[in-house]
């Protein structure tokens, strides 16, 4: 599973010293083409070697020299420890005889490595337990700070809680006045460590402090990413995960992404995003994953071939990264890799992103305080240890020095952007609290037609339909009206009632009195004809009567 690789100078005219001191590095070696940590560490350890190269050369000037040898850790932990353990107890045999050590003495000085916490945590657990110095370049997970679990522990970077990397990723969301976000995490302790203490710092009321109003944080969505046997990301969990997110629900979602996940693992989950057409708008901000060799100006090289033609014209990822502060002495170093390179027939490269730069500064912290220490008490890790903690130097990545928990002292971190397909631009620096930025704003790109030079970010929340306006009575006032116009309506139903049966009552009583009236009337006619035939009757009787005389 491991393979050792023991480092020798080029050199030709360099004597083997009498006295060596042996370090073990461990990497992942299968996601890098265009360099490899052991291609880079060689170098560097033939620069140590060689005291008369104006390189660090009083750096193990006595006589000694530095031995590295390598094996592939992976970023997985069952891999890391085998190889660590190799490397402890089965040193090449014709270096044994020469060592300043005795048999029945750890054969490893120091180690250098791992890159992934997974991968980092057990070897630190286990070189602990011997006092074994162990310098990681990039291994993060805030754990790493517990002195009791990992005493001899050192790396080139801040813890992933709020003294480091999480510290800078809240200040930076902070600076865009955001409030709401999602967070998507792999299943690795380094996501899983940094997604519980940026929820920890991140969520709930915050009062007004280090120029920053009064907030309120909240992680609408969340969803951990599982990985494959092989450390390849499940398609379907990714899909999971997309589906998930309440992106149809615009009180409840936001366009804001934190992706926490090494970069082996980050751009395959992009690329399925991407294909997905999820969410065009979306701004992913991220960690180490923006910076290593994906996201220079060689992309597409890695990982596995991803390119960028899956990627939108601007991408617009944004997030942060350790400063580089690409000094002298990283120009001096890259000079002399170049000129390695072309000696070998090999062509050099142009840059070196900041995990090479991380991993020669981790090989000069431990060989330095190696030199510190005589010959003969080297073997004493905590002697080394001590050295360690003391130690000032300036290196590739800048100033270095640590905490007393083995962290890198006042980590400083770029702010870095896609801006377009060729890779990360630098539109800032940031440290772990707000009134530590310094941001570039307009030199920033938003994904899609949220566009570039913006003086302020976009907003974080998509706008909500528009509510109902607001009445311009309480409810009880507008309870009443009805209520009141509800009993005139009864009333006046009731009086016009009322006055209708009035009415009809009047009518029939009318008609009744006309009735009658025309009755009597009929009668008082009658009456007065009969009275009149009476009278006729009479006459007719008296001049009958007069015929009669006659």
């Not at 800078?168 to 967070?183: C, F, N, Q, T």
């Not at 002292?409 to 930025?437: F, R």
């Not at 704003?441 to 109902?468: F, H, Q, R, T, V």
Request: hydrophobic share 35%; net charge negative; glycine share 6%.
């Amino acid at each position: 599973m491991a393979s050792n690789q023991v480092a020798v100078p080029r050199n030709s005219e360099f004597q083997s010293p009498r006295r060596k001191v042996y370090v073990a590095g461990l990497f992942d070696t299968s996601s890098y083409e265009s360099w490899t940590p052991s291609e880079i560490l060689e170098v560097a350890v033939d620069l140590i070697n060689d005291h008369e190269d104006g390189w660090f050369d009083d750096v193990l000037d006595d006589g000694t020299e530095l031995v590295l040898s390598f094996a592939n850790s992976g970023c997985d932990p069952e891999m890391s420890l085998p190889a660590y353990w190799n490397l402890r107890t089965k040193w090449n045999e014709e270096e044994t005889e020469e060592a300043d050590l005795s048999r029945s003495t750890p054969r490893v000085h120091g180690v250098v490595g791992c890159r992934c916490s997974d991968a980092t945590a057990i070897v630190a657990r286990v070189a602990g337990l011997e006092s074994i110095p162990m310098v990681s370049p990039v291994s993060s997970a805030a754990d790493l700070s517990n002195p009791v679990k990992y005493p001899s522990f050192f790396r080139l970077v801040g813890p992933d809680d709020e003294r480091g990397e999480v510290g800078a990723l809240v200040s930076l969301l902070r600076k865009m006045e955001w409030e709401w976000v999602s967070v998507l995490a792999t299943n690795t302790k380094y996501a899983r460590d940094m997604m519980r203490d940026f929820s920890s710092l991140w969520v709930g009321d915050h009062a007004a402090s280090g120029g920053d109003s009064a907030w309120v944080g909240k992680v609408v969505y969340s969803h951990t990413i599982e990985l494959n046997a092989n450390d390849t990301v499940n398609e379907e969990s990714v899909h999971r995960a997309l589906n998930g997110a309440p992106k149809n629900n615009p009180s409840a979602s936001s366009r804001v992404i934190l992706l926490l996940a090494h970069h082996q693992h980050a751009y395959p989950i992009l690329k399925i995003a991407r294909n997905a057409h999820f969410q065009p708008d979306t701004t992913w901000v991220g960690a180490d994953w923006l910076g290593t060799e994906a996201s220079s100006k060689h992309l597409p090289r890695y990982p596995n071939g991803i390119g960028a033609s899956w990627m939108p014209e601007i991408p617009g990822y944004l997030g942060v990264l350790p400063y580089r502060s690409q000094n002298d002495v990283y120009k001096d170093f890259l000079g002399r890799l170049q000129a390695s390179q072309q000696s070998r027939g090999l062509p050099p490269v142009d840059y070196m992103d900041y995990y090479a730069e991380m991993i020669v500064d981790s090989l000069l912290a431990l060989a330095q305080a190696l030199s510190r220490v005589s010959h003969e008490h080297r073997g004493d890790g905590q002697a080394v240890l001590k050295e360690l903690l003391k130690l000032k130097f300036t290196g590739l990545s800048g100033p270095v020095s640590f905490t007393a928990e083995g962290d890198r002292a006042n980590p400083k971190y770029s702010v870095l952007n896609w801006n377009s397909t060729n890779g990360a631009t630098e539109v800032g620096t940031i440290g772990t609290t707000l009134n530590s930025t310094n941001i570039r704003m307009e030199d920033i790109c938003w994904p899609e037609s949220l566009g570039c030079g913006l003086s302020n970010a976009p907003s974080e929340k998509y706008p909500e339909p528009p509510k109902p306006q607001d009445p311009l009575l309480p409810t009880w006032a507008w309870a009443t009206i009805i209520a009141a116009i509800v009993v005139a309506m009864v009333l006046t139903g009731v009086i016009f009632l009322r006055r209708d049966r009035r009415i009809n009552k009047q009518k029939t009583h009318d008609e009744y009195f006309k009735e009658h009236q025309e009755v009597a009337e009929a009668k008082r006619d009658i009456k007065a004809n009969i009275e009149r035939k009476e009278e006729e009757i009479d006459e007719m009787r008296k001049k009958l009567a007069k015929l009669e005389d006659q």
